[in-house]
Every structure is written in C-alpha cells, then in structure tokens.
C-alpha cells in the first residue's frame, strides 16, 4: 500500500509533537549508566554510589552491565542512546574500544560522562577519577618509611610489585607513581610482575618470587584483590604468615581499600592501603551532570580549581585538563591498622 | 625393530621429553630454578589447573569441548564458601559445591544429546550463565577468611607434602586407571574416534557423553573447592581464562581436538610444562611488558620440538 506524502507528513508532525509533550510533562531526567562489569567490590561500590545520589535527587537511572566486554558495552550504550536518557555516564572496560560508542553518543546530542577511566575518542563532557599516581606515590613514599625503618634510616631493600594489567591506565598509573618515589633510591630493587587483576595470579608470583628472592622485603599490589594470594603464597614459601609487626614480616601494602582489603588491613595481615573514595564518584558527579543539562559548559568547574567539601571523602579534589579531556583527580588517602575499621571509608559502608 | 620401539616410546612421551629438556636448560640458566623448593610450587602452581585438565581431557577424548570448566570452579567457589561463612557444615558444604558441578556437568550433556546442541554452544551457555550465577549471589563481593578445615584441600599439608600435590597425583592415577582398565574408559575413546561406530556396536553414547561432562563438572567443582582454599578466599571472578590454559594444556600433551586420541599422562605434562614456564618467567621478573610474547615463544618452542619429532618418526618409518 502507498501512503500519501501529507499521511507521512501528519504523522511526522504527530510524533514531534508526542515527544515535545512527552517532554515537557515528564519533568524527570533519566540518566543512563553503563558498567563495565559488576563482578568487582569496586565497580560493584562505583554503580552503587551513582545509582543512590541518582536517586536522592529524583532522577531515574538505567544501569547496564557490560560484564567485561567491550563489544557489549558499545551495545549497551547504543540502547541507552535508543532509550533516550538525557546523559550518559559509564566506567569504560576499554578505553578505546568504547570510542565509537561515545562518538555515537556525540552524534545524537547526549553528553557522555565517565568515571575511573578516560576514552580514546569521542568528546567526554567530564571524567572523574582517583589520581592514580598519586595513590601510587603514596604506596611507594609508605614504603620507603618502612624500608627505612626496617634499615636504620638506610633506604635501600628488595620490594615486589605485583601489577594489574599491562597497558591499561589505571595499573600503568599505580605503577608510575610508585616508581617514581623509589627509583630516586638506587638501594631499592623493584621486581615487577603482572598478576592481570587475578588472585591465583597474585599467589604464583608471590610464591616464585619468595623463591627466587628469599630476602624480599616488601610487596606492593595494585589491587585488594591480590591479599588473600599474597598471605597463602608466604605462607605456602615460609611455612607461616607473620604479620605486621610480628618479627619476619614482609610488608604489604597496595591500592584500593575495598571491603575485603580494609578486613585485612585491621586484621594485621597488610601493613595499609591507600583508598579511593570509589563510593563517592556519583555524589561528586552526578550534581554535575544536572548542571550542565541546564547551563551548558559553563557549569562545568574550572581547570586548575580544587573542589572541596567539608567532610566528603573526595575532597579535596583537582580539576585538570588533559588531552582527554576535563577530568576531576579526587584525594586519594592511606590507612593502616588503626584507621581501617573507620566506619566513614566507603569499603565499610553496608552494602545495601 | 627395537629402534621403532624406541622412537614410539619417545613420539609416546614427547612433553615429558621436552619438559626434561627444559628443566636441564633452566638448571642452567635461571637461579634457584632446580631446588626442592621449587619443584614443590611448580607442582603447587600446576595442581588447580591440573584436576580442571583432566575433565577437559575427558571431554576432548569423547570428542566435545567443554568451555564451561573455570564458570563452575567459580560457582562451586562462591556457593562453598558461602555455605561455610552461613554456618553450614563444612562436608555439607563441600556436597553441594560437588553436587553443583555435576548438575552444570548433566546440564551441558543434556543439553548436547538431548536437545542435539553442538558441545561448542551448550558449553557457551552454561559458560557465561554459570559465572552470572556465581556473580549474582554475592553481587561480586569477595569472601574470604575462610575455616582451616575447608582450607584443608587447598593448603594443607599430609606430612612434608602439600595436600594439593598429593591430590594432583591420585587423581591423576585415578583417572588414568578409569580410562585404560575400565569399559567405560574404552567406551570415552570409542565415543570420541567414531561415534557412529560406537552407536552400532551397542554403546549408549547418550549415556557415555552425559557421564563424561558430569565428570568434567565435578572435577571444576572440586578445583573450586581447591582454589577456595589455597587462596583463603572465593570471588565469582575465579577461574577467569582457564578454560584457555586448560585446552592448551591438553592439546599441548597430544590430546587430539577430534577426539579418541590422547592420555591423561600426556596432558599432565602439558601442564606441567605450561606452569614451569610460568614459573620461570616469574623467577626472571621478566619484564611485565613483555612477558607475555616470551611465554608465547616458549610454548612455541616446545610445541615445534614436539612436531619436529613426529616428522623425524615418520621420516624413519
């Protein structure tokens, strides 16, 4: 059957006018969020904290779990375009491979927003992250006290680091920063070794290492996730685990300050950990998204400013322009055994 | 004559050729390399991957992936050590993450004989959904400090020797057994060279497949329970990529993709092999950067000594 061009027409018009309509009564925004996977305590702890400001300021969130694929989180994204959020904020599990869901975003007017990790292409209105160097830095300046404790002031030791992923930022960012404290220490030796964010890893290494360095004196991970391997695989080299400040000990000391990692640390398994205030990401950005839906670029906060805020555990954060883009580099702190069990850190806040 | 006998025996026992030559080399060239020591943790290191390979094995002998093994390590994992932290008792415990293993396992063979799915798809399903499963009952959270006595089978020790080695070895032998002196190891071989065969001379392949993937589960299950316990802890993401490891590792021995040919012994050396290279990049601190490429050339270097071999018998022959 051949439609008239004016049927066309009116039902044109009738379906712009059905969405302007839409629009104007339904006064709630809608915001979408694509996660790269919710295996992860961490990713779990970012949706969590996104989802609750979402919803304590009356906006509906749709969350998609693109369950550590990159190709999947690009579908999820374009649902989320054909679903017609008003803004896109997601975690990507690849940098690159997410780009062209973003210049999609780009194409159809939604302002796409990340948290954690930056993209390749595309335009991102804003990212916030926990300064991944910094938090290194941290590792590696707790570190060298130690060592030097351990030395009578002399900085000089053998440490293992046991990294993430190879290539990708924020394990190329841990590293750095610790690196960059400790290589001024030419008595220090740095072994490092990718445990690709995997806890059988994390023992295999800690165990041929152990073997190979029976002098080893400390251990930096890049994840929580490796405590449990790091404690069994001394154990399964010295036959039993001593634990801070038990003659012996090995120091342990990582990133991220996960429920499991902050346990730990108060049970004097590791020395400390240096935490992100992965919780707190949405509270810091989700105003912002709204902002901008309202005034535009001018909402946005300046580069070179620092954001802060009495008592939140972001504060104080950086706002950076980088080749990236604009992104917001939130504090990152170190706990040890006694600052562990604060009930303020976001790994011990109840999940639900 | 006694020269082919020799030659076969070699073509037989090819990865235990290369993996002594690759010992000698390393007594060599990596420090501290040939010591008990480190004989206990390659074997440590090759122990969970070890008993997931001997299911794989069984599969790929009867002539089927199974792409599921490492979802149900971590579901058995995760259910386990949930049990135990809800104060079920721990053999109670221990049941079910066995139980859950089987039933994924009688699920992929259901699937493959009764509804008439290619072994690929089945496994892919339960694949993804059995990792979802282990995810969404603890939303991703890792559980750990776990009892001693739950730990016993991952960490324990049975005088000098580290319980998982102990456990590497029986099952090993165990299964061994099963499939040379038992019908119904004959009939996995059977199965796996010529099904049709198989059918017409009286063997319920139904039956036979089924059983080789609840097998296969329950032996992913029981790793689970192994790796609960040497790492103190169980998240949903355990296991992730095994299943890789554990068809290399298989096929690395000379278990044959197309089925029917292959041994357990075999397949124990590819895992072997694959650890201590592990272990031996580890004892260098290769460059984090590059280990990867250099493990690569490594298997590579293994697997063409192992084809040069063949061809050399077949030129003898």
Known sequence: MRKSPLFLLLVFAGGILLSFSAAFAQEKLIFGYSAPGLGDEGQWNIQKGFVDKCKELGIEVIVTDAQQSAEKQNNDIETLIARGVHAICAVPHDSAAISIAVQKCNEAGIPFFTIDRGVTAGKVVLTVKADNVKAGAIAGEVMLRLLQGKYNGIAKGKVLEIRGQPGQDVAEQRAQGFHQVLEKYPDIQIISLPGYWNTEEGFKITVDTLTANPDLDGIYYHADLYIPGIVEGVKAVKGEFAKVGEPGHIFILGIDGNPAGLDQVEAKLADGVVVQPLRDYGALIVPIIVDYLKRGEEALPKPGTVLVEEGASWSPAMVVQTAAGLEIWTNVFYVDYLGAGDPNLWGNKPRE | ?317
Not at chain 2, 110 to 115: D, G, N, P, W
Not at chain 2, 159 to 176: E, N, R, S, T
Not at chain 2, 207 to 226: D, P, Q
């Open chain 2, 1 to 317: 004559m006694r020269k082919r006998e020799l030659l076969k025996f070699l073509l037989d026992n090819s990865v235990w050729i290369i993996i002594i030559v690759f010992f000698t080399l390393n007594a060599f060239l990596t420090p501290k390399f040939f010591t008990l020591l480190n004989f206990r943790n390659i074997l440590i290191h090759s122990s969970i991957l070890g008993i997931v390979v001997i299911g794989e094995s069984l599969c790929l002998l009867s002539g089927h992936f199974d792409l599921s093994v490492e979802s149900t390590l971590a579901l058995s994992a995760v259910l386990g050590s949930m049990a135990v932290k809800n104060g079920l008792a721990i053999p109670l415990a221990i049941g079910v993450m066995l139980m859950s293993g089987m039933l994924v396992g009688f699920a992929n063979g259901t699937l493959i004989r009764k509804l008439g799915l290619n072994a690929f798809v089945a496994t892919l399903i339960t694949y993804i959904g059995i990792r979802g499963t282990a995810l969404g009952i603890v939303e991703g959270k890792t559980i750990w400090n776990l009892p001693a006595a739950f730990c016993f089978f991952g960490a324990g020790n049975i005088g000098i020797l580290p319980v998982q080695i102990v456990l590497l070895a029986v099952l090993y032998l165990l299964f061994h057994a099963v499939l040379i002196y038992t019908k119904f190891g004959r009939h996995v071989y059977l199965v796996g060279d010529n099904q049709l065969a198989a059918r017409i001379s009286g063997i319920n392949v139904d039956r036979v497949v089924i059983a080789v993937f609840m097998l296969s589960g329950l032996l992913s299950a029981f790793a689970g329970l192994v790796m609960a316990g040497r790492l103190n802890s169980a998240s949903p993401l355990f296991g992730t990529g095994m299943v890789f490891e554990a068809m290399s590792a298989a096929i690395i021995g000379g278990i044959s993709l197309r089925g029917g040919i292959g041994s357990l012994f075999m397949a124990l050396g590819g895992v072997v092999l694959l650890s201590s290279i592990s272990n031996v990049l580890n004892l260098h601190a290769v460059s984090p950067y590059w280990i990867q490429t250099i493990r690569a050339l490594m298997i590579l270097f293994a697997v063409t000594l192992d084809s040069l071999k063949r061809r050399l018998v077949r030129y003898e022959e």
